[in-house]
C-alpha cells in the first residue's frame, strides 16, 4: 500500500485541508481527511489526473503523422505534464489516410496509452474550416463514415450537420456507439436543434469553428448551450476564449458538462517556429499557432496543466470544479467509471501540484 498525502487533497466532495490517499494495486482504496501516519509522498495540491478529450500532439510530435512511435511520444509528452487519459484527435485528410493513421492510433489505444480516437474532419463546413485543408473537405456519406468508424477504439467524431447528409452521419456515430460532435459548422440555430435531436453529445470547441452567436441568428453556440446532453469543449489556453468567457460558460451551463480541452498540437512545449498540421503550414509567434496561409489560429500550444491553471488563475473558477471540468465531466462524457476524480475505488491517477498549479508529480496506474 502507498501513501499519499497533500496540504489539499481536491474530492468530489469538497476539498480536504490536509487530506491523504491510500492505493492499493493501482486503486484508490481510502480517502481520508487530516495527516497519516506515514506518507511516502507529500504534496502541496492533489487532483485527479486531468483527461483531455480534444489533442493533435505535443513535443513536436504529432497525431497525424501514421507514426507509432510519434504517436506514443505525443501522448508521453502530455502525460508528463499530467494528462492521464487522452482522445487523440485526427484533422482532416483523405479517408483512406484517415483510416490508416487511425489504425496506428487504435494499437497504441489497444495498449491503453490513448483513451480512443477523434475524427475532427472531413465532414466539416468550408466556411468554418479553421486550419482544417478545404480541398479535402466533404459530405459524409454512410460507406465512409462506417470505414471509418470500424476502426477500434474510436470514440468521437466532429461533423457540420448543415452538410448534405450530415444528420444521418451524426445518428450514425451515436449507432454505433461514439459520441457525435457538432463543429466546424457554420449551420442555423434549427439545425444545430435538430443535430440535438439526433444525438449530438459534444460540442466541438464551443465558439470557435462555428458561425457566431447573434441576436438574429443565434446559431449553433445558442442550440449547443441549450441542449441538455451536450458536453461543451472550451480550449482554455487564454488564446482561443476570453477568460469571462471561460467562466460564464461554466457557471451558466455548469461543470457537470463543460469541459476544458487544450487543442494542442505538435509545437506544445517547443519554441516558436514553424510546423506542421494536417499537412498545412503552421506558424507559432509568442506561442500562438495560426495558419501560414490565412492565418487562422491552428490549435493550441498549451498542456492540460496550463489549461487548468488558467481557468483557477485567470477565470477564477473553484479548485473543486475546475477539476471537475479538466479531469470529472470528461471521464464521464467517454464513459469512463474508473477514473476522473478522487474517490476509493477508482484508478490512482494522481497529480501533485505546487502552490501555482504546476504539475510536480504525475502518479498514474
Ligand atoms: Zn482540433
Not at 493501482?26 to 481520508?32: L, N, P, T
Not at 479517408?95 to 494499437?107: G, K, Q, Y
Not at 505538435?266 to 516558436?272: E, I, L, N, Q, V
Not at 506558424?283 to 500562438?288: C, H
Request: aromatic letters at 2%; a negative charge; proline letters at 5%.
Amino acid at each position: 500500500m502507498t501513501v499519499l498525502s497533500a496540504d489539499k487533497v481536491v474530492t468530489p466532495a469538497g476539498v480536504l485541508e490536509p487530506g491523504w490517499v491510500a492505493v492499493e494495486d493501482g486503486r484508490i482504496a481510502r480517502v481520508e481527511q487530516g495527516r497519516p501516519d506515514h506518507a511516502d509522498l507529500h504534496g502541496r495540491i492533489m487532483v485527479p489526473g486531468f483527461v483531455d478529450i480534444h489533442c493533435h500532439g505535443g513535443g513536436g510530435a504529432s497525431f497525424d503523422s501514421a507514426d507509432p512511435e510519434e504517436c506514443a511520444r505525443a501522448a508521453a509528452f502530455h502525460r508528463a505534464r499530467g494528462t492521464t487519459t487522452l482522445v487523440a484527435s485526427l484533422v482532416t485528410a483523405a479517408p483512406a489516410d484517415l483510416e490508416r493513421r487511425a489504425s496506428v492510433l487504435s494499437e497504441l489505444a489497444g495498449d491503453g496509452v490513448l483513451a480512443g480516437i477523434h475524427y475532427e474532419g472531413p465532414f466539416l463546413s468550408t466556411a468554418r474550416k479553421g486550419a482544417h485543408d478545404a480541398s479535402l473537405l466533404r459530405d459524409p456519406d454512410p460507406t465512409t463514415v462506417d470505414r471509418l468508424l470500424k476502426v477500434p477504439h474510436v470514440r468521437m467524431m466532429t461533423i457540420a450537420p448543415e452538410l448534405h447528409g450530415g444528420m444521418d452521419a451524426l445518428r450514425q456515430v451515436r449507432d454505433a456507439g461514439a459520441l457525435p460532435a457538432v463543429g466546424h459548422t457554420d449551420a442555423t440555430y434549427e439545425v444545430v436543434r435538430e443535430a440535438a435531436r439526433a444525438g449530438a453529445r459534444v460540442a466541438t470547441h464551443l465558439f470557435n469553428g462555428m458561425r457566431p452567436l447573434h441576436h438574429r441568428e443565434p446559431g449553433p453556440i445558442l442550440a449547443l448551450l441549450e441542449a441538455p446532453d451536450v458536453v461543451l469543449e472550451l480550449i482554455g489556453d487564454g488564446v482561443h476564449l476570453h477568460p469571462a468567457v471561460v467562466a460564464h460558460i461554466a457557471r451558466t451551463a455548469g461543470s457537470g458538462r463543460t469541459t476544458l480541452v487544450t487543442d494542442a498540437i505538435a509545437a506544445a512545449g517547443m519554441s516558436d517556429g514553424e510546423y506542421e498540421l494536417g499537412g498545412l503550414g503552421v506558424e507559432v509567434n509568442d506561442g500562438v499557432a495560426r495558419l501560414t496561409g490565412d492565418g487562422s489560429i491552428a490549435g493550441s500550444t498549451a498542456a492540460a496543466a496550463s489549461v487548468f491553471r488558467r481557468a483557477v488563475h485567470d477565470s477564477g473558477i473553484p479548485l473543486t470544479e475546475a477539476v471537475r471540468l479538466a479531469a470529472t465531466t470528461p471521464a464521464m462524457l467517454l464513459g469512463l467509471t474508473d477514473r476522473g476524480a478522487i474517490a476509493p475505488g477508482l484508478r490512482a491517477d494522481v497529480l501533485m501540484l505546487d502552490d501555482d498549479l504546476g504539475v510536480q508529480r504525475v502518479v498514474a496506474v
